[in-house]
Nanobody
Framework: QVQLVESGGGLVQPGGSLRLSCAAS????????MVWYRQAPGKQRELVAT???????YVTDSVKGRFTISRDNAKKTMYLQMNSLKPEDTAVYYC???????????WGQGTQVTVSS
């Protein structure tokens, strides 16, 4: 069973930065399409960013120009660099693998990001 462990969240002031990490176990990380989702209180979980095995990336419009997704296959780790954070970025952030059938694994605990002064 593959495990995905998110880390790097915290409390940051508006305009600040954080880098989230998603550490994966298993041998198929390098060929997986990986995603970051987030869920704010009272809202549905939403897609934030994706990265394919060949490092093609996508970020949702609300974070474009501020968030960058990347991966290090040797470390089996995916990252989300978040700059110019806004209060509306406050959410629990989750990582997962996606296939053509949808997300592959059960959601983990995620990592809390709180943007507040």
């Amino acid at each position: 069973q593959v495990q995905l462990v998110e880390s790097g969240g915290g409390l940051v002031q508006p305009g600040g930065s954080l880098r989230l990490s998603c550490a994966a176990s298993g041998s198929s990380f390098s060929i997986a399409t990986m995603v970051w989702y987030r869920q704010a209180p009272g809202k549905q979980r939403e897609l934030v960013a994706t990265i394919t095995s060949d490092r093609t990336t996508y970020v949702t419009d609300s974070v474009k120009g501020r968030f960058t997704i990347s991966r290090d296959n040797a470390k089996k780790t995916m990252y989300l660099q978040m700059n110019s954070l806004k209060p509306e970025d406050t959410a629990v952030y989750y990582c997962n693998e996606v296939t053509r059938f949808g997300v592959r694994y059960s959601w983990g605990q995620g990592t809390q990001v709180t943007v507040s002064s």
